[in-house]
Nanobody, 129 residues
């Protein structure tokens, strides 16, 4: 059974950083592309970053796409041993307040929400001014 579980969210003051994690089970992380997305309190959704599977990177064809939403303030990392993806968020501001999700699929061609096939339940990030 595919499962993704996000953690690491919380309440932070503006200008601070936060690391969120996505632990996967029921599948091998190295086989799947992972995307990080967020949903705002008003319901809007946007992609943050999508990264190809570890195997695609091993073949020399892997890419990581950072969207403009948090470019320069978000960094993604993968730990295949722990089956965990990480998203480091820096210089957080109140408009970054959202639920942050990880999603998996074979590929993310355009890095958009609709491409996510397997989803976690998200972790709330709240940024105070």
């Amino acid at each position: 059974q595919f499962q993704l579980v996000e953690s690491g969210g919380g309440l932070v003051s503006a200008g601070n950083s936060l690391n969120v994690s996505c632990v996967v089970s029921g599948f091998t992380l190295d086989d799947y592309a992972i995307g990080w997305f967020r949903q705002f309190p008003h319901g809007g959704r946007e992609a943050i970053v999508c990264t190809d599977s570890g195997k695609t990177f091993s073949s020399g064809a892997g890419t990581t796409i950072y969207t403009d939403s948090m470019k320069g303030r978000a960094t993604v990392a993968r730990d295949n041993v722990k089956n965990t993806m990480y998203l480091q968020l820096s210089n957080l501001q109140p408009p970054d307040t959202a639920v942050y999700f990880c999603a998996a699929n074979w590929y993310f061609y355009d890095c958009v929400w609709d491409e996510g096939k397997y989803w976690g339940r998200g972790t709330q990030v709240t940024v105070s001014s």
